[in-house]
């Protein structure tokens, strides 16, 4: 039955009454519990944050952290600059599995030593001091001359309702004076992100203007800078995530994610260019790129027909404007179906390409992962017939709209999908 309350301070683990007719309304409620206000709710949710520890143990480099309410963390040391943190809900961890970590990575073998006070435990390497409170689990990182690095604000947090299950989990730390954040990729803003709020949502965001977000890509890494010292955060997780830069000027920063797990990495420096590298270490280096790659690229939606290109490429050269690259958007295909040409607007685009090449241009196509539902069309029917499309978890194959119309995606976690996609460029 519905009735008011008047909200408490938040607790360790705490059931509400809330509306939950938006994710903001959940985190509003949340954040707004230790006001004394009385609203009325006609739902339930739990917010889940770690107690006391009760019990701890060590199995090689892994330290496992469990409190009295069940909730856990898995403290891994990959080597002596990168640490890895899993948080479990009631102690059950998710399976361990990614696609962003690079397989042939290999953790090392480093000299790690462990210690407690009466108030925390301290894992220890050369390079990074990592302590966990005793109290409820916040983190605190120092290096190796105990200069802070990075810190949790507030407990690890996680929200579940009773009719969405897990809604959010998120980790808070303080935002140092003077501290500045950098990465996630494409982000239409200044270089520094402190004092923005962020959003990692794969999105086709054409015509994008400068705040516009989210973007097309979604890479969730950042790296810190205080007083010369660097580091970085990579959270692998999937889930519409968010990266608040201390957008509310009250000296947090936090990460967080929709669902999954809160799974991520702090990666010790102290200089960016080394966070860097040890970030691709662990999820993986990209094929060196041709000389053209690093060049000049005229890209735009979009050049048709084949005579625009062509008058395109002649200016840039009439003009001397270096140019190594013009794109092709969805236009030169036969009615935006991927893999094919339009006839009419390209009626020789082999010849096109290598006249193109002679005078110094590499010509791009665009390809979406969109495949047209149309039995007439072969890259339909070969997908199809090897069922090498995305499937919804009730059995029938996936299909949302894109430019042709209504389309199946590729199951790209399949190794076969993925070798029979590339070999359709050819």
């Known amino acids: 039955m519905d009735k008011n309350f008047t909200k408490v301070p938040q607790e360790a683990e705490k059931v509400e009454t809330t509306s939950i007719s938006h994710l903001e309304s959940i985190k509003n409620a949340v954040d707004n519990a230790t006001t004394g206000a009385t609203e009325r709710y006609p739902d339930v949710y739990t917010v889940h944050t770690p107690n006391e520890v009760s019990k701890h143990w060590r199995e090689g480099q892994a330290f496992f952290f469990q409190a009295e309410n069940k ?81 949790d604000a507030e407990p690890f947090r996680a929200i579940t309702t009773l009719t969405h299950g897990l809604a959010e989990i998120k980790i808070t730390k303080i935002a140092q004076e003077d501290e500045a954040y950098y990465g996630l990729g494409d982000k239409a803003s200044e270089l520094n992100l402190r004092g923005q709020h962020k959003e990692n949502w794969n999105s086709d965001a054409f015509g994008y203007g400068h705040g516009s977000d989210p973007l097309y890509r979604s890479i969730p890494f950042y790296l810190g800078l205080q007083s010369g010292l ?86 840039f050269r009439e003009l001397q404007i270096p140019c190594d690259a013009i794109y092709l958007d969805i236009d030169y295909m036969d009615g935006f179906k991927c893999f094919t040409w339009d006839e009419t607007r390209f009626p020789d685009p082999k010849r096109m390409i290598a006249e193109l090449e002679e005078d110094g241009f590499k010509t791009v196509v665009m390809i979406d992962p969109g495949i047209k539902i149309d039995k007439t069309y072969w890259v339909y029917n070969e997908g199809v017939k090897h069922d090498y499309f995305c499937k919804r978890q009730d059995g029938p194959l996936f299909k949302a709209p894109v430019w042709p119309g209504m389309c199946h995606f590729p199951d790209y976690t399949n190794p076969e999908v993925r070798t029979w996609w590339a070999g359709l460029y050819k």
């Open 230 to 315: 660097g580091y970085g955060i990579f959270m692998d997780n999937t889930y519409r995530s968010h990266f608040d830069f201390d957008s509310q000027n009250k000296g947090q920063t936090s990460f967080s994610a929709e669902g999954g797990e809160m799974n991520y990495y702090f990666i010790a420096g102290p200089q960016l260019l080394e966070v860097a590298q040890r970030y691709t270490e662990l999820t993986g280096r990209a094929e060196l790129p041709p000389m053209w790659a690093l060049g000049f690229h005229q890209c735009r939606w979009s050049y048709y027909p084949e005579q625009e290109v062509r008058d395109l490429a002649n200016k």
């Open 71 to 151: 909730h856990s963390l898995k403290i891994e040391v990959l080597n002596a600059y990168i640490l890895r943190f899993r948080y479990a809900l009631n102690g059950k961890f998710e399976r361990d599995f990614s696609y962003a970590i690079n397989p042939d990575f290999q953790v090392n073998n480093v000299r790690t030593d462990f210690s407690e006070t009466e108030t925390s435990f301290l894992i220890r390497t050369t390079q990074v001091r990592c302590f966990i409170a005793k109290a409820d689990l916040k983190v605190t990182i120092e290096d190796a001359e105990c200069n802070l690095l990075c810190a």
